[in-house]
């Protein structure tokens, strides 16, 4: 090997040692920029002027073994430093750079030269043989120790691996490695936790390590790709493939708040280091932008952290304490630059890029006009936006303390532990309409021109308290509803439930890096409608998506309240961690289908059709081509144009499917017909009645263009219609059998069909109030007649009847549909005075009797009535207070029964008049004959109903629908 082959590696780990230049003794061979030493110096440590991860490089050994523990910190080598990096400091001298020099130059460490293009990484043969994975997974803490950082420390072992792994000098096994890999960083969020990390921030590393681990391993010599793949640490644990380009989409977060985000770009800096590329890695001449990006990383902290000792300095003489009586308050510092041309590395990297054969940057690598040192956030964010936090107006000032102390309780609220949201949308709906909120639209008046108005003001103001009270109000109690969820789900086993419900999770928690509205949306919605079912809480799940649809448009520009808790997404992840990649394929699929229509395989069919047969596109540019043009044969011949004109026509009707702009288009019609039938049918579970009355029209309105439709889309939308007509059947019948069995098949079965007078031998009879629950107007029968059965029925001269003309034609029971007709017939004879409670006009006329019997009485509950034969007898109501039923004869016979009668229930008449010994029916008259003693008496039971009730064989003959198909 070349003497100078290492200058520019990575060091993980262990050292690769330089060797000295024999030019100049005391300086490295191939450092151009190193420093004679003095005189009688002893040479440097090898590795000195390396970056270093892990650890100080080892000393040369001869021994060939492999792994060699690290040598401590030596004085004067750039290690990761003992105590914990200030404000920038971490990012500079935390990477191996020291603070004098926080620009190393380019080349060095993990800075390449930017003007330099990248050579694809090619790992040089290792001088001691390789290494197996087994015996590189024992070597547990070989670096760990030497950074304050906690992103770097706790991960140090994966990324010495990942290092020597790149660099060849360990065996590459796939399933060993992949175990391994996914049980560190399994543990890798709660490690950084109990180390003090926010957990926002650990979730980030997290992902950022998932990353570097895919993007490394995948491109390693000998590695499985597919397999790696297939099971990817970013799949593992965040359900997204999308690292390469979300490892820098964070990287541009981080970078707006340096300070903040310190240790997260150094463990960025040192993945970068590693060898990721990510999207970078298959990007044509990626190697400038990703260049680019590791200068930025870096450039701004390290200015920064040159710029901390003078700042630092400055204001301890302007804030100390003086003699004076008030001494100044510090507000904050803030760096302004005149001229806003940018930073000073911004002015070197632009002179690069300016000069003969440099490489082009892109004017987004710089730090921007108006941005460079912040004076627009001075200005825009300081100075503007807190001009108002002192006022002169004491009335203001008094209303305001008032209102912070009766609203102090909600303000310092920090745990909200019910999900409940009927609660808070008053709330919200306050201050969504307050005037200038951010539902009201608010005109500005004649003055508002001549800059006196403040409207822009106000309505900022209310848009800004309308979006803190969604996200202390409303987004914690969604993040709670769906934790909730999550638990159910878990405990089920429903791995795919879970996967979507973990999906809505971080994106509710602005995990992940990215923003699905839609899928928000779409899962919000779907749970209300089973939260709040019918059409009388329509109005409250509107409100509700009107608040949701304004969170989610005002929480852009602002950091969230609430993080999602990592135990809970750990125990999801491992939920779902066997899941199969077919089964999160066709969740995304799911969630995708239901946010959004632009995806419909007819507008694709569509689409592919028409671009696949505008043949004649190829002419449209031969309009206005000269005559010479054209005689030269350098085009085509205009009348061979014909034929393939003839050939597009007989596609015209799909072109005319695409004319127009989008959402007016005649395909949009389609997919918005098939659209409201899909929600129709959601619809149909909460409110079936509804539903049902509106699908007739929506599935015409699907077909009625069918005419003008090419054949084979019409045949497809024909079938559709068909389909969703079973659907709707399928749904609807299996919602009213549902139906049935929670309002009527249970509690008949266990009440009504027991009891006497429906079980003729039964000892246990029906009270009165569970009769006319179930029977009455309104009551279970009839409710449930009205709310499912009457669309699909019609009444004949024979009776009840489905209708012919019902979706469910053919589908429902008969005998079903008899069980409603006999209790409608029950209901007309116990209720026709329309009460909810039974009352029967009952006469009882005393139409003849035996010899000896001049006069009886009559007890009917607790009305006495004596009868003499053809004389007008009183009338009884039933059911009364008292539960007897009798006749008495008289004149009494000495020794013998002289009366006959039942007692102990309301059912009572119904008992005694099946004692009669004869019983005839004439219109609303039943004539019975009792036998008392061996003396008869007969009554003419007159009813004032079309049925007398006490003897109508329906009570007999009804029996508890079941199924209604």
């Avoid at 822009?456 to 709670?480: H, T």
Wanted: glycine share 10%.
């Amino acid at each position: 090997m070349a003497q100078n082959d290492d200058h520019d590696k990575t060091v993980i780990g262990g050292g690769l040692p330089p060797m000295p230049d024999p030019r100049h003794p005391g300086r490295l061979a191939g450092d151009p920029f190193a420093r004679p030493l003095p005189p009688g110096a002893a040479p440097p440590m090898p590795g000195a002027e390396r970056t270093v991860i892990g650890g100080a490089p080892a000393a040369p050994s001869a021994a060939p073994g492999w792994p060699r523990a690290p040598l401590p910190p030596q004085p004067g080598l750039p290690g990761y430093p003992s105590a914990s990096p200030g404000f920038g400091t971490g990012l500079g001298q935390g990477l191996g750079q020291t603070a004098a020099n926080p620009f190393q130059s380019a080349g060095q460490g993990f800075f390449p030269d930017i003007g330099a293009a990248q050579p694809a990484f090619v790992p040089s043969a290792p001088a001691t043989p390789r290494i197996s994975l087994r015996a590189a997974l024992q070597a547990a803490t070989l670096g760990r120790g030497f950074s304050s950082n906690p992103l770097v420390a706790v991960a140090s072992n994966l990324l010495i691996l990942f290092g020597r792994l790149r660099s060849g000098l360990v065996e590459m096994e796939a399933m060993p490695l992949m175990e391994h890999v996914a049980r560190e960083i399994d543990g890798y969020d709660r490690a950084l936790i109990g180390a003090g990390v926010a957990p926002a921030e650990a979730m980030v590393a997290k992902y950022l390590l998932c990353g570097t681990a895919d993007d490394l391993v995948q491109n390693l010599p000998g590695t499985d790709r597919g397999l790696w793949v297939q099971y990817s640490m970013a799949a593992r644990f965040f359900q997204t493939r999308d690292t390469g380009v979300g490892f820098f989409s964070e990287a541009e977060k981080a970078m707006q708040a340096p300070a903040q985000y310190a240790n997260l770009l150094e463990l960025m800096l040192t993945c970068l280091a590693l060898g990721f590329e990510g999207q970078y890695r298959t990007a044509q001449n990626g190697a400038v932008p990703l260049a680019r990006i590791r200068a930025a990383i870096f450039g701004l902290p390290g200015q920064m952290a040159m710029l901390r000792e003078p700042v630092a300095d400055f204001l301890r003489r302007v804030f100390e304490p003086t003699r004076y009586a008030s001494n100044a308050i510090l507000r904050g510092f803030y760096l302004t630059s005149g001229t806003q041309e940018g930073t000073p590395i911004d002015q070197v990297l632009g002179a690069v890029a300016r000069a003969e054969g440099g490489v082009s940057l892109a004017p987004g690598f710089l730090s921007g006009k108006g941005k460079s040192f912040f004076l627009q956030d001075l200005l825009r964010k300081v100075i503007f936006a807190e001009r108002d936090w002192v006022s002169h107006d004491r009335g203001a000032v008094r209303r305001d303390l008032i209102l912070r102390r009766a609203a102090g309780d909600e303000i310092r609220r920090d745990l909200i532990d019910d999900p409940a949201l009927e609660a808070v949308v008053p709330i919200l709906d306050d201050i969504r309409m307050m005037p200038t909120g951010y539902g009201v639209e608010s005109k500005g008046t004649v003055l508002e021109g001549m800059g006196l108005g403040q409207l822009d003001r106000l309505q900022a103001a209310a848009r800004s308290s309308y979006s803190d009270a969604l996200e202390r109000m409303l987004r914690p109690r969604l993040i709670l509803s769906v934790e909730k969820q999550l638990h159910a789900l878990t405990d089920k086993g429903d791995a795919t439930g879970v996967y979507r419900a973990l999906k809505v999770y971080l994106l509710l928690g602005g995990q992940g890096g990215r923003s699905e509205d839609d899928t928000l949306r779409s899962w919000f919605a779907a749970g209300w409608t089973a939260a709040y079912p019918g059409a009388s809480q329509t109005d409250l799940r509107d409100r509700l998506k009107a608040h949701l649809n304004a969170m989610l448009d005002l929480d852009d520009g602002r950091a969230l309240l609430v993080d999602p808790d990592s135990a809970v997404v750990s125990r999801a992840r491992q939920a779902i961690v066997q899941l199969p990649v077919a089964d999160q394929a066709y969740a995304v699929i799911m969630d995708g289908a239901a946010a959004s229509a632009s995806a419909s395989p007819i507008l694709l069919l569509v689409r592919e059709v028409d671009a696949e047969t505008r043949l004649t596109r190829e002419f449209d540019g031969m309009e206005g081509l000269t005559p010479e043009i054209l005689a030269s044969g350098a085009v085509t011949d205009g009348v061979k144009a014909d034929p393939i004109e003839r050939i597009e026509e007989d596609f015209a009707m799909w072109h005319e499917l695409l004319l127009g702009e989008t959402g007016q288009r005649p395909i949009d019609a389609i997919i918005g017909n098939m659209g409201a039938i899909w929600n129709n049918l959601r619809l149909a579970a909460a409110d079936p009645q509804q539903a049902a009355a509106v699908q007739a029209d929506l599935l015409n309105a699907l077909t009625q263009n069918n005419s003008q439709l090419p054949t084979p889309l019409a045949d497809l939308v024909n079938a559709a219609e068909g389909d969703f007509r079973k659907a709707a059947s399928d749904a609807t019948l299996e919602t009213m059998n549902r139906a049935l069995a929670d309002k009527i098949t249970y509690f008949c079965r266990d009440t009504i069909k027991p009891s006497f007078p429906f079980s003729p031998n039964s000892t246990r009879y029906l009270s009165i109030e569970n009769f006319s629950k179930f029977f009455g107007p309104g009551g279970d029968m009839d409710k449930y007649f009205a709310d499912y059965l009457a669309p699909h029925v019609e009444r004949r001269r024979e009776g009840l009847r489905w209708r012919e003309d019902s979706p469910l034609a053919g589908r429902l029971s008969l005998a079903t549909l008899r069980q409603f007709e006999r209790a409608e017939a029950i209901r007309q004879a116990y209720f026709s005075g329309g009460g909810t409670v039974p009352q029967v006009e009952v006469a009882a006329p005393h139409v003849s009797s035996h010899a000896t019997v001049k006069s009886a009485i009559l007890m009917v509950n607790d009305t006495r009535i004596e009868t003499i034969p053809h004389q007008v007898p009183k009338t009884a109501i039933w059911p009364g207070t008292f539960k007897v039923t009798a006749v008495q004869l008289a004149p009494a016979v000495r020794g013998g029964q002289n009366s006959l009668g039942f007692t102990g229930f309301f059912w009572t008449i119904l008992e005694f008049m099946n004692a009669a010994v004869s019983r005839a029916q004439r219109g609303d008259t039943t004539r019975a004959t009792l036998v008392v003693g061996g003396r008869d008496i007969t009554y003419d039971f007159t009813i004032n109903a079309l049925t007398n009730p006490f003897t109508m064989p329906e009570l007999r003959e009804f029996e508890c629908p079941a199924s209604l198909d």
